[in-house]
């Protein structure tokens, strides 16, 4: 109801408790409106809509309560209307992704990936879910989804694929100096990574073997001088050692050296705590802009290294990936600025050392468990590969994949359609242990199975082998840079240590545990690994 003082030198209006109910109730479904259709971020809009907004519609109370009272029951009013008219659509049939199958709290917020993420079993979780509906498609989140079927890695990651979606806003935090990771379109995205490509080309790659060889020798020579003592060494730390070691030599030319000195400087806890962080950009990407940064402090340093590498220059008949990305080879007619020089080495050790040392882990782990290199093979190169390949095929680098996201167009994969504005994931580790790709013994560590399939005539059992479904540095233009070199160090590390150590399970250590350390933060990360090592018999 709306009464008009009539008496007062102008009209002035009081409306009823009803009204302005209504009235708060309305602004807060149009606030929806504005929030699904263009997704605001910036804090100059965010917080006018959510709260200077129900602010100023609580004075319409004035007329009937205090200004405390108006106030909180007019954010009540209008945030609850909003969360429902949220939940509302989110559930409802209307919205594009109802008709994929998926948990309900999943389809109401991205909170509860994240809380799962935080508890590092979100590829058990998805992988579940693809079992539970029995489907190459599930819905994880408001906008997400995750697919299985590798008939679609072509389309999603390929040439004409999607571009990478929301979650690498987050983990750069939305900064406009980015790495060639994070760098979400196609044309920048390849206009950046002519540096990468030179730094990892067959010359490239030759160069860097003396440093990989110094550095490999010197892990085994540390993890040999356990021997004779009965002390247990954790594989695990060495060899997270041994790749930020490289990976430091590979981005600034060396300067740290931890299997030397050990990490006084805590580098490693830092870089796992950033590693750790990126849930919250995989999950609620937007929160990075309200959260402390936990990676500054690594960051910063190695900024500081990157302005001491410029200095110096390159190591004298020595060629690094910071040679190729700062132009030292004149190949670019303008050489990039210093920062983003520093910003591309700091993905270098990140996603370098974290890919190599989780798969030299898995690697590790096998052979005392199930005899993967025994004696009967050591000679066989072909079946270091095949050792290879199958880490790589049970434990990916990205069990859940990258992010890939549409724009204002939705794309029909086969008989997947995505709706625009949609952000998907391929997960690798349902379709990599899924028995209608890798059969049989899906869900063990079966080498054998990549000499098999150069001839599956020879198995007499069925056998299933889809290649397609293996992409473990992913496909496409976006795929790893780096790959070739990672397969190097896998193979010189392993052949190395086989040729002159044995390892066996520490006494105690329950190899069942190594399962369940496993997590997903955003790549593959795993607990320690204690085992006694002796020498090699030759």
Same mark, same amino acid.
């Given at each position: 109801?709306?009464?008009?003082?009539?008496?007062?030198?102008?009209?002035?209006?009081?409306?009823?408790?009803?009204d302005?109910?209504?009235?708060?109730?309305?602004?807060a479904?149009?606030?929806?409106?504005?929030?699904?259709r263009?997704?605001?971020?910036n804090?100059?809009?965010v917080?006018p809509?959510l709260?200077?907004?129900?602010?100023?519609?609580?004075?319409l *109370?004035?007329?009937?309560?205090?200004?405390? @009272?108006?106030a +909180? #029951? =007019?954010?009540?009013?209008?945030?609850?209307?909003? /969360?429902?008219?949220i939940?509302?659509?989110?559930?409802?049939?209307f919205h594009?992704?109802?008709?994929?199958?998926?948990?309900?709290?999943?389809?109401?917020?991205?909170?509860?990936?994240?809380?799962?993420?935080?508890g590092?079993?979100?590829?058990?979780?998805?992988?579940?879910?693809?079992?539970?509906y029995?489907?190459?498609?599930?819905?994880?989140?408001?906008?997400?989804?995750?697919?299985?079927?590798?008939?679609?890695v072509?389309?999603?990651?390929?040439?004409?694929?999607?571009?990478?979606g929301?979650?690498?806003?987050?983990?750069v935090?939305?900064?406009?100096?980015?790495?060639?990771?994070?760098?979400?379109?196609?044309?920048p995205?390849?206009?950046?990574?002519?540096?990468?490509?030179?730094? *990892?080309s067959?010359?490239a790659?030759?160069? @860097?073997?003396? +440093? #990989? =060889?110094?550095?490999?020798?010197?892990?085994?020579? /540390?993890?040999?001088?356990?021997?004779?003592?009965?002390?247990?060494?954790?594989?695990?730390?060495?060899?997270?050692?041994?790749?930020?070691?490289?990976?430091?030599?590979m981005?600034?030319g060396?300067?740290m050296?931890?299997?030397?000195?050990?990490?006084?400087?805590?580098?490693v806890?830092?870089?796992?705590?950033?590693?750790?962080?990126?849930a919250?950009?995989?999950?609620?990407?937007?929160?990075t802009?309200y959260?402390?940064?936990?990676s500054?402090?690594?960051q910063?340093?190695?900024?500081?290294?990157?302005?001491?590498?410029?200095r110096?220059?390159?190591?004298?008949?020595?060629?690094d990936?910071?040679?190729?990305?700062?132009?030292?080879?004149?190949a670019?007619?303008r050489?990039?600025?210093?920062?983003s020089?520093?910003?591309?080495?700091?993905?270098v050790?990140?996603?370098?050392?974290d890919?190599?040392?989780?798969?030299?882990?898995?690697?590790?782990?096998?052979?005392?468990?199930?005899?993967?290199?025994?004696s009967?093979f050591?000679?066989?190169?072909?079946?270091?590969d095949?050792?290879?390949?199958?880490?790589?095929r049970l434990?990916?680098i990205l069990?859940?994949?990258?992010?890939?996201a549409?724009?204002?167009?939705g794309?029909?994969?086969?008989?997947?359609?995505?709706?625009?504005?949609?952000?998907?994931?391929?997960?690798?580790?349902?379709?990599?242990?899924?028995?209608?790709?890798?059969?049989?013994?899906?869900?063990?560590?079966?080498?054998?199975?990549?000499?098999?399939?150069?001839?599956?005539?020879?198995?007499?059992?069925?056998?299933?082998?889809?290649?397609?479904?293996?992409?473990?540095?992913?496909?496409?233009?976006?795929?790893?840079?780096?790959?070739?070199?990672?397969?190097?160090?896998?193979?010189?590390?392993?052949?190395?240590?086989?040729?002159?150590i044995?390892?066996a399970?520490?006494?105690?250590?329950?190899?069942?545990?190594?399962?369940?350390?496993?997590?997903d933060?955003?790549?593959?990360?795993?607990?320690?690994?204690?085992?006694l090592?002796?020498?090699?018999?030759?």
């Amino acid at each position: 109801m709306v009464n008009f003082a009539e008496n007062s030198p102008c009209f002035t209006c009081t409306f009823s408790v009803r009204d302005i109910c209504a009235i708060i109730a309305g602004f807060a479904l149009i606030t929806h409106a504005v929030f699904n259709r263009f997704e605001p971020l910036n804090p100059f809009i965010v917080v006018p809509l959510l709260l200077l907004l129900p602010l100023t519609m609580s004075l319409l *109370f004035l007329h009937h309560f205090t200004l405390l @009272y108006a106030a +909180t #029951l =007019a954010f009540m009013i209008f945030h609850s209307t909003l /969360l429902c008219s949220i939940g509302t659509y989110r559930l409802s049939p209307f919205h594009p992704l109802a008709h994929y199958s998926g948990p309900v709290l999943n389809k109401l917020s991205s909170w509860w990936l994240y809380k799962i993420t935080t508890g590092g079993k979100r590829y058990e979780f998805i992988q579940r879910l693809h079992r539970h509906y029995k489907s190459h498609v599930v819905r994880i989140g408001p906008n997400e989804i995750s697919i299985s079927d590798p008939a679609a890695v072509v389309s999603l990651l390929g040439p004409n694929g999607l571009s990478k979606g929301p979650a690498w806003d987050g983990h750069v935090r939305y900064s406009p100096i980015r790495p060639l990771i994070a760098l979400r379109d196609s044309h920048p995205h390849s206009k950046a990574r002519r540096p990468w490509t030179r730094a *990892f080309s067959a010359v490239a790659m030759k160069e @860097y073997e003396p +440093t #990989l =060889a110094e550095r490999v020798v010197q892990l085994v020579d /540390l993890a040999m001088s356990s021997h004779g003592t009965g002390q247990t060494v954790d594989m695990a730390r060495l060899f997270r050692l041994f790749s930020y070691d490289f990976m430091n030599d590979m981005a600034f030319g060396g300067g740290m050296d931890l299997m030397r000195n050990g990490d006084t400087q805590g580098m490693v806890s830092l870089m796992d705590r950033a590693l750790e962080a990126l849930a919250i950009s995989e999950s609620i990407p937007w929160l990075t802009r309200y959260v402390p940064n936990v990676s500054h402090s690594f960051q910063s340093e190695s900024a500081l290294r990157a302005q001491a590498r410029v200095r110096s220059g390159p190591t004298a008949g020595k060629k690094d990936v910071f040679y190729y990305l700062s132009n030292e080879d004149e190949a670019e007619e303008r050489s990039p600025d210093p920062i983003s020089v520093a910003i591309q080495a700091f993905l270098v050790i990140v996603a370098g050392s974290d890919t190599t040392f989780s798969t030299l882990k898995v690697d590790k782990y096998y052979p005392p468990g199930e005899s993967a290199l025994n004696s009967t093979f050591h000679a066989e190169m072909s079946y270091l590969d095949a050792v290879v390949n199958e880490t790589l095929r049970l434990y990916p680098i990205l069990p859940s994949g990258g992010q890939r996201a549409t724009k204002e167009q939705g794309v029909q994969v086969n008989s997947i359609y995505i709706p625009p504005y949609t952000s998907v994931r391929i997960h690798q580790w349902t379709m990599l242990r899924d028995p209608c790709n890798f059969s049989p013994h899906s869900e063990s560590f079966w080498p054998e199975r990549w000499l098999i399939a150069q001839d599956p005539s020879s198995f007499k059992a069925e056998f299933i082998h889809n290649a397609d479904a293996f992409h473990p540095f992913s496909y496409g233009p976006a795929n790893c840079a780096g790959r070739a070199l990672a397969i190097k160090e896998l193979k010189m590390v392993l052949c190395h240590m086989l040729q002159q150590i044995d390892v066996a399970f520490a006494d105690g250590y329950d190899p069942a545990e190594w399962e369940k350390n496993l997590r997903d933060p955003f790549t593959l990360q795993t607990g320690p690994l204690p085992v006694l090592v002796t020498a090699r018999d030759r």
